[in-house]
């Protein structure tokens, strides 16, 4: 039986995941920081209060686990930095870096500050040779399709493409969804089965056309279509100097070219107890 550390169960994923991974038959324990609420955690798991600054600690935490789940998002995404010397010395035997979304680049990436952090995370991983894979969901279906700065305004029946977009697909996932499909993933197959592989799982893969046909379903008739060229969604990009501008402008930028999800490895295993939405059901 696998025992798997989760970091940030509090967070928009870390919750979903939590959850899930109690399902299984997997020991899981929760690594959390003083102040952090472990009231609503599922029955049967373990939970051991760390600090981010005291490496033994971390390490004591982390003995007898197998795989290590940070859920940090955010500006605290470089917080796994901190870990990374626990698990070497724990002996982990796979660490799931906090991925969870599109497929960058090191260029594509570039400006972008959540996705440098990101980056920078695996870099260090890499430097303390822990076996790891990545996991990525396309855009979580609660923001890309429920908030119109990816292009895409389910209330007011308007959707924004450029470039490849209207033809191309994107993966989208539920929160839920991914975290029954991750629970599924670290429970079904072992660490080293895993390890150096970078998996796309995907509640849907839907074009810009397939997003204007359930609009127009769920509206009862044709959305507002609008065109941003992928020229001013450029300039857009490089004039702004908000890291979430940045990554909104990023992942559209993505969106344009077709490559939101390019080089992952799909991953469609069963998921039991998940029975995936259609796009409609995840406006
Ligand atoms: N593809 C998409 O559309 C999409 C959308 C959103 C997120 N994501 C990705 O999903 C992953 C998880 O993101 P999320 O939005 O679920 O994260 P989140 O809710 O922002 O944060 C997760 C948890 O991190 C912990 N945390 C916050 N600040 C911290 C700090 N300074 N030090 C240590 N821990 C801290 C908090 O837990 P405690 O307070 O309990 O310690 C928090 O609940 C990230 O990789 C993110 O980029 C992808």
């Known amino acids: 039986m696998v025992t798997i550390a989760v970091f940030g169960h509090t967070g928009l994923l870390g919750k979903p995941l939590t959850a899930a991974l109690a399902e299984t038959t997997a020991t899981v324990k929760v690594l959390y920081r003083a102040g952090s609420d472990v009231s609503q955690l599922p029955a049967g798991v373990e939970t051991t209060e760390i600090s981010y600054d005291d490496e033994a600690g971390l390490t004591k935490a982390l003995s007898g686990v197998d795989i290590v789940v940070p859920l940090q998002g955010g500006p605290a995404i470089t ?52 076996p790891y894979v990545k996991i990525n969901t396309g855009g979580f279906a609660n923001l890309f399709l429920g908030q119109p700065f990816f292009g895409v305004d389910v209330k007011n029946n308007k959707l924004d493409v450029s470039g490849e977009s209207l033809d191309v697909p994107a993966g989208i996932s539920s929160i839920e969804y991914i975290g029954a499909a ?58 702004s100097t908000d890291p979430l501008h940045r990554l909104v402008g990023g992942v559209r930028l993505k969106w344009a070219a077709g490559t939101t999800d390019a080089g992952n490895e799909e991953w469609d295993g069963e998921v039991k107890g998940y029975t995936k939405k259609p796009l409609a059901e995840l406006f």
């Open 182 to 239: 991750v629970a599924a993933i670290l429970t079904t197959s072992s660490p080293s089965s895993l390890a150096g592989r970078t998996l796309g799982i995907y509640e849907v893969k839907a074009t810009a056309g397939d997003i204007a046909a359930a609009l127009k379903a769920k509206h009862g008739k044709e959305p507002e279509i609008t065109y941003t060229p992928v020229d001013k969604l450029k300039a857009n990009f490089q004039a």
């Open 79 to 130: 917080v796994q930095k901190k870990i990374i010397p626990a698990a070497k010395a724990a002996g982990v035997k796979l660490f799931v870096p906090s991925e969870y979304g599109v497929a960058w680049t090191a260029e594509d990436g570039a400006g972008v500050p959540l996705v440098e952090a990101k980056h920078e995370v695996e870099h260090e991983i890499q430097k303390a040779d822990i």
